[in-house]
């Protein structure tokens, strides 16, 4: 394959700083938005469908793409980009070989938007963005990514995908495989942009994804609404899901997170933003990678995956 040529420029502006300790709830990261890049994509990896839950020992093998440090720097590293729209499946992604930088775009899925008796159209929680930009000092497993589906204000007791519950959307996010993905799976999380929370009645906006009063359960499943059988207010799915909400009450969104200790890899730039509930678009809505069209609530999610081989300058 003819290899594509990329550079990346950065512009590198420290917002904030915070140590990691567990699931993010309190909104403290490191902010620094990234410029783009400069060229077209080489989709250089190989995505694949998670079959009946399982990954293909074959096809997902981490032999496929393993390298050593030397070897990175002499093959003619096929970069490139894995773009991932919501399909209700657990997907294995491959690094291309010889990449050194993985450059990873995750936006969870927003919650209900059904007409509530609102006058405005975000009442359902917004999903949440989360970035992160890693050096691979070693070929990366493969990998996990799971894009969120949209919650709904059906039969309660429902799950989304991505383990939003009732109305509460689905969190977005890459994850180590080959194995599939379970809510108690988050020591396997790189990235995860937590999904949002369900409404309820009354212009009442759910949660969003991220935000400072997001999370509440143990594990990345959001709760069930609380209210009988009317099944709206649940919780998005995150690192932890939203709790569901009572009876006139909203679910919370799920929280975010970045691994900032993955063993091969170091990190070297994340950012997790949220909108306020009501806001009626998600967070970096304007990003070239998001879908045009979407970013209200009901917004599936979506997740990019970029690969260079050039080091971005460090901050």
Known sequence: MERTAWRVLWTCLALGTAGW?????????I??????????????????AVDDGAADADEASPGDVTSDDAGAEEVDAVCGTGDFAYANTQEVYTAPLGARYMYI??????????????SFPSDGGLGGYTEAVYELLTAPPPLIVIVGGPGSAGAAGTMQFGWGSDGGGGLSGVFVGPDVITPTDRAKALVIAGGGGGAWPGCNPGGTGNHDDAGGEDTMLGGLGRSGDIGVNGGGGGCNGGTGG???????GGTGFVDEDRAGMRLVRHRILASEPGAGAVPNNDDPDYPAGVGICEAPGHVAIHFTCEEPPLI
């Open 21 to 29: 300790l567990g699931c993010a709830d309190d909104g403290q990261w």
């Open 31 to 48: 902010l620094v938005p990234p410029d783009g890049w400069e060229a077209g994509t080489d989709d250089g990896g190989a995505g694949e």
């Open 105 to 118: 775009k995750a936006w969870g899925a927003g919650a209900n938007g059904e007409s509530l008796g609102c």
């Open 246 to 252: 009572a009876r006139g009450q909203v679910g919370k």
